[in-house]
């Protein structure tokens, strides 16, 4: 019978030390986009997308939701050299921006020019419609 109230006296005592620790604190992350438009503190590094973890590429997740495709061959308009295109997929469910019909490169290959379209804030993603620094002009 002692053995059992001691017992049951270590694990009480255990249970009630592990209420009074105080929890690691959590690191919340504002997606890059939003936090760097919304913020006006310039570029901002979330932890755990910006290096210093196992996820060194903050492109990573848009590739892998299939924002970023593949590059495909593309004529720009204008006088820009042919080369490839770098497509993102505006109607994937994690885009919150639209594209701006503005092609610039970003490298050299050798298919020729590397082209991203221009991206802006989509004027439909809540986050957007009420971040003061994008209504506010």
């Given at each position: 019978?002692?053995?059992?109230?001691?017992?049951?006296?270590?694990?009480?005592?255990?249970?009630?030390?592990?209420?009074?620790?105080?929890?690691?604190?959590?690191h919340a992350t504002v997606h890059e986009i939003i936090a760097q438009w919304c913020a006006?503190?310039?570029?901002?590094?979330?932890?755990?997308?910006?290096?210093?973890?196992?996820?060194?590429?903050?492109?990573?997740?848009?590739?892998?939701?299939?924002?970023?495709?593949?590059?495909?061959?593309?004529?720009?308009?204008?006088?820009?050299?042919?080369?490839?295109?770098?497509p993102f997929d505006f109607d994937a469910p994690n885009s919150k921006t639209v594209g701006?019909?503005?092609?610039?490169?970003?490298?050299?290959?050798?298919?020729?020019?590397?082209?991203?379209?221009?991206?802006?804030?989509?004027?439909?993603?809540?986050?957007?419609?009420?971040?003061?620094?994008?209504?506010?002009?």
């Open positions: 019978m002692d053995r059992t109230v001691t017992r049951i006296a270590a694990v009480g005592a255990a249970a009630a030390a592990t209420c009074l620790v105080a929890p690691a604190p959590a006006g503190h310039g570029p901002l590094d979330p932890p755990g997308i910006s290096g210093g973890s196992n996820a060194d590429n903050f492109a990573k997740p848009l590739f892998a939701s299939g924002f970023i495709g593949e590059p495909v061959p593309f004529d720009p308009p204008g006088d820009q050299a042919a080369g490839m295109l770098i701006t019909g503005n092609y610039f490169a970003i490298d050299q290959s050798p298919a020729g020019p590397v082209y991203i379209e221009q991206i802006a804030p989509d004027p439909s993603f809540p986050a957007f419609r009420h971040c003061p620094r994008l209504t506010t002009g």
